[in-house]
């Protein structure tokens, strides 16, 4: 099984490893920086061995990289994984504005009201079912979830269930949330968060969240 050093460190952008199988254009890994799309947050992009990933996907416990016809990688072979970091840390950022609006929105809307959740790294959002509009929400909604963000709280992520590779994230005395997604270590690095509200059909009320522009710090150390 491939080791997630996406969740023991996620500020890594890059990462020495050796190809473990290689099947046609997929190739799977020893060890992965390389987060592949789930709980709504997009892919990576970057490269292994040199080869841009063209698709990255889970499967099962595994995560299978889709690379060109005639990358010429073999299994054992040392290759170098590098993601493209600026974009990660954005969807970091934006990943967890939207675990707090997300949050701060349950105890408005109540739980069992997300229908759906998509991170990219221009934006995020998450739907809801709500018969009311959520614009007169969104107000409160910022100034909450820019509180979080101002109290800069140590985000806690860590494994729920380690053979099953469950994982949560935490903010004591805020919230703890199933994700196996990539976490910030403190909130004050989402920076100034932004709403806006979308109808997207009867009965389904989007928010989107924006985060601002800022540069990602310098990745962790190899
Ligand atoms: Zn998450």
């Known amino acids: 099984m491939t080791r997630k050093v996406f969740w023991e460190d996620p500020y890594r952008a890059t990462l020495d490893t050796r190809v473990a199988e290689v099947a046609g254009t997929d190739v799977t890994l020893e ?43 073999i299994p054992g072979q040392s290759v170098r994984v590098a993601i493209d970091w ?21 105890a408005r809307l109540g739980t069992g009201t997300k229908i759906g959740a998509h991170i990219a790294a221009d934006k995020a959002r998450i739907d809801f079912q709500s018969a009311e509009p959520v614009t007169p929400l969104l107000p409160s909604l910022r100034e909450s979830a820019m509180a979080v963000v101002a109290a800069d709280a140590e985000i806690v992520s ?10 949560y ?10 994700c196996g997604g990539t976490h910030l270590r403190r909130a004050r690095e989402i920076g100034a968060i932004e709403l806006k509200r979308k109808n997207i059909g009867k009965g389904k009320e989007r928010i989107e969240i924006f985060v601002d522009d800022r540069p990602a710090p310098p990745p962790s150390e190899a």
Request: charged share 25%; hydrophobic share 40%; no cysteine.
């Open 31 to 73: 060890a992965t920086i390389f987060f592949a799309l789930s709980g709504g947050q997009e892919s990576d992009r970057g490269t292994i061995g040199g080869h841009e990933v063209l698709a990255a996907r889970k499967h099962g416990p595994e995560i299978v990289y889709t690379l060109a016809e005639g990358h010429g990688l």
């Open 86 to 106: 600026e974009r990660r840390y954005r969807l970091m950022r934006l990943h967890f504005a939207a675990e707090i609006v997300l949050e701060l929105a349950y």
């Open 158 to 167: 860590a494994y729920s269930d380690a053979a099953s590779e469950r994982r």
């Open 169 to 178: 994230w935490e903010i004591p005395g805020f919230a703890r949330v199933p």
